[in-house]
């Protein structure tokens, strides 16, 4: 199951054209598709769109990990194989990322990832969870979730917080702006961030992480989804308008290799 399969699945929970919208047992989702699924359903809960949303993935290890982070005090760290699921702490934690971040670089080590792009992804995964901590602006839990393979990473940074655009528009250079596809593609310059004098929102940074490397990265929020697809030859670069989704959530896929 894909990120399109889910941007049509929420369509129908947002809309209601589905009394009951159900995804076929058995089906694997992608970990990005996965994270986003998770934030369609906590919206609709948090909504009460009416809907009543039947999702049958009962052997989807992703999806098993994220069913069981919502559950009523759950660990905050929860893994299957490859996999981690953790739970970002809902203000800066020093103790947490110390004790995160060796993990991550670690298994990129043993992924066959050079120490210097070892540390380098690591540190943009975390920039996005420092965004977390300055911009999301919410109680709801947000989430990081990866995967690392053999010459492959997977990560997933999600929250339902204040989204990119009303992030931006705190900022009186950016109070123009009326889509989240105008704040996604600004976001991704360096040094744009909704304080005045604040520092950027790291985003150039992770792209300038995953430049060299095959895969995608997909930045979705509020109205507006921006893809980086460098999985062949020729970069691309894509935004679409979808239906509303607070909050951010950043998904991204990169190989050492052509896919």
Same mark, same amino acid.
């Given at each position: 199951i894909?990120?399109?399969?889910?941007?049509?699945?929420?369509?129908?929970?947002?809309d209601?054209?589905?009394?009951?919208? =159900?995804?076929?047992?058995?089906?694997?989702?992608?970990l990005?598709? !996965?994270?986003?699924?998770?934030?369609?359903? =906590?919206?609709?809960?948090?909504k009460?769109?009416? +809907?009543?949303? +039947?999702?049958?993935?009962?052997?989807?290890?992703?999806?098993?990990l994220?069913?069981?982070?919502?559950?009523?005090?759950?660990?905050?760290?929860?893994?299957?194989?490859?996999?981690?699921?953790?739970?970002?702490?809902?203000?800066?934690?020093?103790?947490?990322? +110390?004790?995160?971040?060796?993990?991550l670089?670690?298994?990129?080590?043993?992924?066959?990832?050079?120490?210097?792009?070892a540390?380098s992804?690591?540190?943009?995964?975390?920039?996005?969870?420092?965004?977390?901590? +300055?911009?999301?602006?919410t !109680?709801?839990?947000?989430?990081?979730?990866?995967?690392?393979?053999?010459?492959?990473?997977?990560?997933?940074v999600?929250?339902?917080?204040?989204?990119?655009?009303?992030?931006?528009?705190?900022?009186?250079?950016?109070?123009?702006?009326?889509t989240?596809?105008?704040?996604?593609?600004? !976001?991704?310059?360096?040094n744009?961030?909704?304080?005045?004098?604040?520092?950027?929102?790291?985003?150039d =940074?992770?792209?300038?992480?995953? !430049?060299?490397?095959?895969?995608?990265?997909?930045?979705?929020?509020?109205?507006?989804?921006?893809?980086?697809?460098r999985?062949?030859?020729?970069?691309?670069?894509?935004?679409?308008?979808?239906?509303?989704?607070?909050g951010?959530?950043?998904?991204?896929i990169?190989?050492?290799?052509?896919?």
């Amino acid at each position: 199951i894909t990120i399109s399969d889910i941007e049509r699945f929420q369509r129908a929970v947002v809309d209601g054209s589905a009394i009951e919208q =159900q995804i076929v047992s058995g089906s694997c989702l992608s970990l990005a598709a !996965a994270s986003e699924l998770d934030c369609v359903l =906590q919206q609709a809960q948090l909504k009460s769109v009416g +809907n009543t949303v +039947n999702v049958l993935l009962q052997t989807c290890p992703i999806w098993t990990l994220f069913r069981q982070m919502r559950e009523r005090n759950a660990p905050r760290r929860l893994t299957a194989g490859s996999l981690a699921l953790i739970r970002i702490p809902l203000i800066y934690d020093e103790e947490w990322l +110390n004790t995160e971040i060796p993990q991550l670089e670690a298994q990129l080590l043993r992924g066959r990832f050079s120490r210097h792009l070892a540390k380098s992804l690591t540190g943009a995964v975390f920039e996005m969870v420092d965004n977390v901590w +300055n911009h999301s602006q919410t !109680a709801e839990t947000a989430v990081l979730a990866y995967q690392v393979g053999r010459r492959s990473f997977t990560f997933s940074v999600t929250d339902l917080g204040l989204g990119v655009l009303d992030t931006l528009k705190r900022n009186r250079r950016y109070a123009h702006f009326k889509t989240s596809i105008e704040a996604l593609e600004e !976001a991704v310059k360096p040094n744009v961030s909704g304080k005045p004098d604040g520092s950027g929102l790291g985003l150039d =940074q992770l792209t300038r992480s995953l !430049a060299d490397l095959w895969g995608r990265t997909r930045l979705r929020s509020g109205q507006g989804a921006l893809t980086f697809d460098r999985e062949t030859d020729i970069p691309k670069r894509r935004h679409q308008f979808l239906p509303q989704l607070p909050g951010f959530q950043i998904s991204a896929i990169c190989r050492l290799s052509p896919p």
